[in-house]
């Protein structure tokens, strides 16, 4: 409706400061959206990320996604949604290793644009020991339409919020550009995000919008670490002009690694880059 106002060329007030995120970040918003966003003195001195070489992290693979074709079967008409193995057990190890150096699960939340994927990370995490997934209403509510909700929240166990950003009722609706961010208007000091999207066509769907891309970007207060396909999203045959200039910045700025950049907090000469799984195990044992 606002968009709709501003277009129509009804007086407005732009946001002019932003009081959330670390500048690292929110130099992303600027280039992408917020052209004269300027950065509140607050977010200044954010507190480095425990463990980690960096605050802001694109971890590139090259794993391909996977169809998840039961998610159609289950709801009549819809569109087949997406999963990335990979990227579920890369999400499972940052956060256990996250809690490894001292992070309680209400610092974080996990992002990702599919309902397939959601589903997914969902079940994974419940893997994790004192922890329970959680979901948003929304988000529960369009798992159980299609017979994928597990059960409900444990007694005791601290809670880890999960979201879909981009489109997630509209999977389902015969409306297909019907717009709901899950996430938008939240924020967490950690921020993970699963693209999920990998495959050699680079079609990236609906995260081809710069409008989701912004919500995934501007959540985050200290840390946002992403996992994608560099090449599928630098070369998408729909939003290419929207992820190349951000993978430009997040590559001049030394931000895309080929796995999780850690250090060890004890022993600051010890860092690695862990991009097999069994290496967090490994290195997790010298950090806490």
């Known amino acids: 409706m606002f968009e709709r106002l501003v277009l129509q060329g009804y007086p407005h007030t732009t946001l002019s400061q932003q009081h959330r995120m670390r500048p690292e970040i929110s130099a992303l918003v600027k280039a992408l959206t917020y052209p004269d966003l300027v950065d509140a003195p607050g977010t200044t ?12 992290v694109l971890i590139d693979h090259n794993k391909p996604e996977d169809e998840m074709s039961d998610l159609a079967d289950r709801a009549e008409g819809a569109k087949s949604s997406k999963q990335n193995a990979h990227e579920v057990e890369m999400v499972f190890k940052i956060v256990r290793y996250l809690i490894q150096q001292g992070y309680g699960t209400d610092k974080m939340v996990i992002l990702t644009p ?6 997914k990370l969902n079940a994974k995490l419940k893997y994790l020991k004192e922890t329970d997934p959680v979901l948003g209403d929304l988000d529960a509510q369009e798992l159980a339409r299609v ?3 597990t059960n409900g929240s444990s007694p005791g166990k601290r809670q880890l919020r999960l979201a879909t950003i981009g489109i997630c009722s509209s999977i389902f609706a015969s409306v297909s550009n019907l717009a709901l961010d899950n996430y938008q208007g939240e924020e967490s000091d950690i921020v993970i ?9 680079h079609d990236i769907g609906f995260m081809h919008s710069a409008e989701r891309v912004n919500v995934m970007l501007s959540r985050a207060r200290n840390a946002l670490i992403m996992i994608g ?3 599928t999203f630098k070369h998408a045959r729909k939003g290419e002009e929207t992820w190349r200039p951000l993978l430009d910045n997040l590559r001049k700025g030394g931000h895309i690694y080929e796995g999780f950049p850690v250090k060890c907090e004890r022993h600051p000469t010890k860092v690695t880059i862990l991009v097999r799984f069994l290496r ?3 290195f997790s044992s010298y950090t806490y």
């Open 229 to 231: 396909n560099v090449d």
């Open 45 to 56: 001195g954010r507190p480095n990320l425990i463990g980690v070489r960096d605050n802001l």
């Open 147 to 149: 017979g994928l909700l």
């Open 114 to 119: 599919y309902l397939g994927q959601l589903q």
């Open 280 to 282: 967090f195990a490994t």
């Open 193 to 201: 995000a699963s693209l999920t999207r990998s495959n050699s066509n």
